[in-house]
């Protein structure tokens, strides 16, 4: 699939459209803000989503139904597509997606507090998820401007 086609994607460009309202609206929160209205799991599922209908559109004929986030990210670098830059390496990288990813969609916070060394699940809320999170984002980010350049401006 062609660099136009992927950024003519309609449900690519609902969900990049969602996603960046959905940041605008959590960054409006500082520490120690109530978090009655903060939407971290919603941002962290979205932003998934869009990096895994990113790779799936990217990759075309190649993404079988069976595929998920790790496997469709290994394809697409292993073809050159993209570069999964990461100081540790694009192991690494796939990893940490494949764990953030993981967690998220089987809501086993309690593995991801102990993969983080945490002694809870509170704990692990406190000192790790946000970040964890904004690294996705900015991975996605990433991936999708060295297909279709770097964004020019957040969606309306």
Known sequence: ????????DSALQHLVR???KLRRHNKTFKPGDPQDDLFLFAEAALTLVVLERFLRLLLGNLAAETHTLPNLLEIAVSKKLIELRHDKGPQVATKQLKDVRNTILHGNFEQAAKQAGRASVAEYFR????????KVY????DLVGQVLGPPTASPA
């Open 1 to 8: 699939m062609g660099t136009q086609d992927i950024k003519d």
């Open 18 to 20: 969602e996603l960046e």
């Open 127 to 134: 000192t790790d998820f946000a970040s964890e999170i904004e």
């Open 138 to 141: 900015w991975i996605t980010v």
